[in-house]
């Protein structure tokens, strides 16, 4: 099993990132896929998932509006468009995949994680 994040940048405040995790080893298309992030200092913070069964989303409210979780199953890849970034979005992202819905931040609850992508903000 791999999840492979990518897409990670340095970017100016107000602008626009798109990440990607391309997920193999396991059946994609039966699985809630989440992203989170860690910013520096500070701990793990669940973002978003998807249920790649049906495209349910759900959102942590600091991001809903901003950041917009999408999956292409026939790739086996997630994605988060990342638009208005702010330097407070700068941290390591993280995709996450578990058989059922967990809105949390302890990786021990997924059943499988990545090695995580940076994204910086700043001017």
């Known amino acids: 099993v791999q999840l492979v994040e990518s897409g990670g940048d340095l970017v100016q405040p107000g602008g626009s990132l798109r990440l990607s995790c391309a997920a193999s080893?396991?059946?994609?298309?039966?699985?809630?896929m989440t992203w989170l992030r860690q910013a520096p200092g500070k701990g793990l913070v669940w973002l978003s998932t998807i249920y790649t069964g049906d495209g349910r989303t759900y959102y942590w409210n600091s991001v809903k509006g901003r950041f917009t979780i999408s999956t292409d199953n026939a790739k086996n890849t997630l994605y988060l468009q990342m638009n208005r970034l702010e330097p407070t979005d700068t941290a390591i992202y993280y995709c996450?995949?578990?058989?059922?819905?967990?809105?949390?931040?302890?990786?021990?609850?997924?059943?499988?994680w990545g090695q995580g992508t940076q994204v910086t903000v700043s001017s």
């Open positions: 080893g396991f059946t994609f298309s039966h699985y809630y």
């Open positions: 996450a995949a578990a058989e059922h819905y967990y809105g949390g931040s302890d990786l021990n609850e997924y059943d499988y």
